[in-house]
Every structure is written in structure tokens, then in C-alpha cells.
């Protein structure tokens, strides 16, 4: 499969600790999006990488969430202190320029 | 800032029936427009996209769905539903040449056979 893949699937964390997440985008996409989905709403932009530069955050994205794609390939998502309202799924996208975005699976996230 | 609005949150309908859900968005400037499908267990995926050009655009399984700029819509379309589109629904819109998708909250599709 060359989709994009999200590793892990699930988590499972307790409150406080640090969780990483990572994203592999097809293989010739230069654009790499993070959103975050919660029960019944739709996806939210998190932020945005074009190569290895990350051109764009939300403020959805505190200070206790950093991401990076060190390489221009693939990309992780920490979220340091972890809180029961960081709870959600956390889906990666990535593009060829502006062409449509293709998304992974999605790592869901438990904060106990 | 853009929101999208998807009014129906579920629908019930039987195998050949018609469906159509609605989708208006929040923002002045020209806009790119999807219609992601989410169906259960899988990722999101692409039914269709405008960008510019024919307002009715023509999707994958038989999806279509109708941009009238006057209106701030992109509503989606099918003339014949069967089982198999029970799934989740999301419109979602970029400013033209920008980043990132704002969607709308999703519509449940449930088809009964």
C-alpha cells in the first residue's frame, strides 16, 4: 500500500505523560497536513509542512504540541503534559502541491 | 475565519433512493471545494473536487455535487443510493491556493437495504 501511513494506531496514555506520533506521506508529496478529529465533528487543521518547513499552525496548537518533518519525508506530532481533552483522533494528510490531500488512518489518542 | 455548515448531522434512507446533503460555507474569496467519504473502519477519502471551471462536478460512484457561488453552496448528490454508501459525509473548502481544508461537521449516511 503507498498511502499514507500513521503509526501507532492507537494510544492509550495516562494524563501528564508524552505521547509521539508518527506520519509517513506518499512517497512524491511535499506537503504534509496534521489535523485533530473529535467524536462527531469534522477534522481540524493542526498544522502544515511544505518539505521541511512548517509554514503554518493553528492555534489549536499549544505550546505543549510540537511537530516536525525533519527530512522532508515523513513527520512526527508530540504532545508533551498530556491532558483528558487532547483525547482525539490525530490524522496526518499529505499533497503534491495543491492538489487534493490524501489522508492516513489516524492515530487515536485515550488520555486516562 | 471560514466555517462550513453541513445541516443534516444523519440521514436514513432506503436502497434507490435519492440523496442529497447540503453544504454552505463562509467565505467571500474564490475557494476550492471537497466531498471527503469516511466509511467505517477505513480513512477519509476523495469522492470530488472543484477547483474551477463546470460548477457540476462528477465524482467517483456515481457522486456528484452542484457549486452555486451565489449561494455559498456545494451540496452533494446521488440519484440512487445503495447500501454500500452508508458511511460518514464531509464537505470541507480551502481559499484558492491556500494550506489547509476547514470541514464541516460531517453527515451520518445510513442505508437500508
Redesign the interface.
Known sequence: DTGVSQDPRHKITKRGQNVTFRCDPISEHNRLYWYRQTLGQGPEFLTYFQNEAQLEKSRLLSDRFSAERPKGSFSTLEIQRTEQGDSAMYLCASSLGWDEQFFGPGTRLTVL | AQS?SQHNHHVILSEAASLELGCNYSYGGTV?L?W?VQYPG?????LL?YFSGDPLVKGIKGFEAEFIKSKFSFNLRKPSVQWSDTAEY?C?VRKN?G????????TRLMVKP
Open positions: 462550513v476550492n471537497f471527503y477505513q480513512h477519509l477519502q476523495l473536487k464531509f470541507a491556493a494550506n489547509m481544508l476547514t470541514f464541516g461537521g460531517g
